[in-house]
T-cell receptor
Framework: AQSVAQPEDQVNVAEGNPLTVKCTYS??????LFWYVQYPNRGLQFLLK??????LVKGSYGFEAEFNKSQTSFHLKKPSALVSDSALYFC??????????FGQGTTLQVKP | NAGVTQTPKFQVLKTGQSMTLQCAQD?????MSWYRQDPGMGLRLIHY???????DQGEVPNGYNVSRSTTEDFPLRLLSAAPSQTSVYFC?????????????FGPGTRLTVT
């Protein structure tokens, strides 16, 4: 079955520290992978995507993600967290039928 | 560009009532979709469309209808509202999800069914 897993409901980091939000996927073939962010009472905003090419993808607001085919992972990272990064983060994969499958979401809490 | 717009922002319905959630985009995107967001369940696809006149079911289509008469508009109809349809609804559009283009999301409609 095609799926996305975000194993952590919440990630807590101190401002200035590096952050990682984990995502693993299950889909046959070459995956198209996405990260979105949702601020309170707002719609989702696109952060970055992996389609092909370099395994390290850079996106908006200083975020990046590393595609690892052998571990079927696409973890979101940022070298230095900001309090304003606190939000709900969703990983998604495009299924073989062309639909987007979302993970359950991970709440990122950055403490000053 | 206004992007993806949704109306209303909030709605309260009684069980059995019907209503239409409106969604429009001005980016000439072919792909449009409706999701519902419930706590701890991420976003679940209700219906989607790959172009005017073409719609298909997603993961949770029961109790909802859609139509796509123009490229710009993709309304979602609740036929007979039930408390289980209390949720936040998001409309999204993309140039082409099949080709890996990202989706743009509307601000959402918070629906409560009593």
């Amino acid at each position: 079955a095609q799926s996305v897993a975000q194993p952590e409901d919440q990630v807590n980091v101190a401002e200035g520290n590096p952050l990682t939000v984990k995502c693993t996927y299950s889909v046959s073939g070459n995956p198209y992978l996405f990260w979105y962010v949702q601020y309170p009472n707002r719609g989702l905003q696109f952060l970055l995507k992996y389609i092909t090419g370099d395994n390290l993808v850079k996106g908006s607001y200083g975020f990046e993600a590393e595609f690892n085919k052998s571990q079927t992972s696409f973890h979101l990272k940022k070298p230095s967290a900001l309090v304003s990064d606190s939000a709900l983060y969703f990983c998604a994969v495009r299924s073989n039928t062309g639909k987007l499958i979302f993970g359950q979401g991970t709440t990122l809490q950055v403490k000053p | 560009n206004a992007g993806v717009t949704q109306t209303p922002k909030f709605q309260v319905l009684k069980t059995g009532q019907s209503m239409t959630l409106q969604c429009a985009q001005d980016m000439n995107h072919e792909y449009m979709s409706w999701y519902r967001q419930d706590p701890g369940m991420g976003l679940r696809l209700i219906h989607y469309s790959v172009g005017a006149g073409i719609t298909d079911q997603g993961e949770v289509p029961n109790g909802y209808n859609v139509s796509r008469s123009t490229t710009e508009d993709f309304p979602l109809r609740l036929l007979s509202a039930a408390p289980s349809q209390t949720s936040v609804y998001f409309c999204a559009s993309s140039y082409s999800l099949a080709a890996g283009y990202e989706q743009y999301f509307g601000p959402g409609t918070r629906l409560t069914v009593t």
